[in-house]
């Protein structure tokens, strides 16, 4: 799947413009002082090169060895510590606890993400921010009705079969899940933005450079603003532990 989710995911003009938006978004809603970063399921390791390029010594945790392979192609002379270990085993791998913890695209691919979202909670240390990113399940609805397919958002049958033919995740959350969740580990939710607010839902793609300077210029202006923010294909979090204790809350499995 790693050459699917490859070209799927940042081979494209919607991965392109995900990518652009994060690069303007993490220094707005994160406090960045070069502290050390985990960067949870990361994939490709884009966002690892992210944060290792303006000074944060990072660790990139990823389950798939293939993944991580080909992350490490991507990093190229990075000294970015790669991990092969998913997001459960995390606890006992590397606790921490970490001043900063991405998470993107991660938790709609489990099958209890609110169970994640506490284990993620456990490794923060007390203040530290958790950068979330989760695949919008009201969102989906949307781009379902826009596509003509009714009957399926009117059962709300909006998650993906893991059956490995298409990259529709099969835990799409909401907000409401998002912010519920987060109260009960004892995380604070001081910024949200959504990800691709209008991109998803245009009947063709921009064809000139210009078209998709001025998309760009609209994902920008809106993404943080209510209520386009709620329709982001993903919406990205910045939530804070505001405690000292043990996060541990019973998991719904």
């Excluded at 690069?23 to 944060?51: I, K």
């Excluded at 970490?98 to 993620?120: F, G, M, N, Q, Y």
């Amino acid at each position: 799947m790693v050459d699917k989710f490859a070209d799927s995911l940042y081979g494209s003009s919607r991965g392109e413009l995900r990518l652009a938006l994060l690069d303007r978004l993490l220094p707005e809603m994160l406090t960045l002082e070069r502290q050390s970063v985990l960067d949870v399921g990361g994939g490709l390791g884009q966002l690892a090169a992210w944060f290792h390029d303006r000074g944060h010594a990072v660790t990139l945790a990823e389950p798939s060895g293939e993944m991580l392979a080909r992350a490490g192609e991507q990093l190229g002379e990075r000294s970015v510590s790669l991990l092969q270990a998913p997001l459960q085993a995390l606890p006992q791998e590397t606790p921490g606890p970490w001043p900063l913890i991405a998470c993107h695209a991660v938790l709609e691919w489990l099958a209890d993400p609110r169970a994640a979202l506490v284990t993620l909670a456990s490794l923060l240390a007390p203040g530290g921010q958790l950068s979330l990113m989760i695949f919008n399940r009201d969102a989906l609805r949307l781009s379902n009705v826009v596509k003509g397919n009714l009957e399926k958002a009117l059962a709300d049958r909006l998650e993906g079969t893991g059956q490995r033919k298409r990259l529709t995740p099969i835990s799409p959350l909401t907000h409401a899940q998002v912010a519920s969740w987060s109260a009960e580990c004892a995380l604070e939710i001081r910024e949200v933005a959504g990800i691709r607010v209008f991109s998803d839902y245009l009947r063709r793609p921009p064809e000139s450079d210009a078209d998709r300077e001025r998309l760009l210029e609209l994902e920008q202006r809106y993404c943080r603003a209510d209520p386009h923010w709620r329709l982001g294909r993903y919406l990205l979090y910045t939530l804070v532990r505001t405690d000292g204790s043990d996060t541990a809350v019973e998991s719904t499995s």
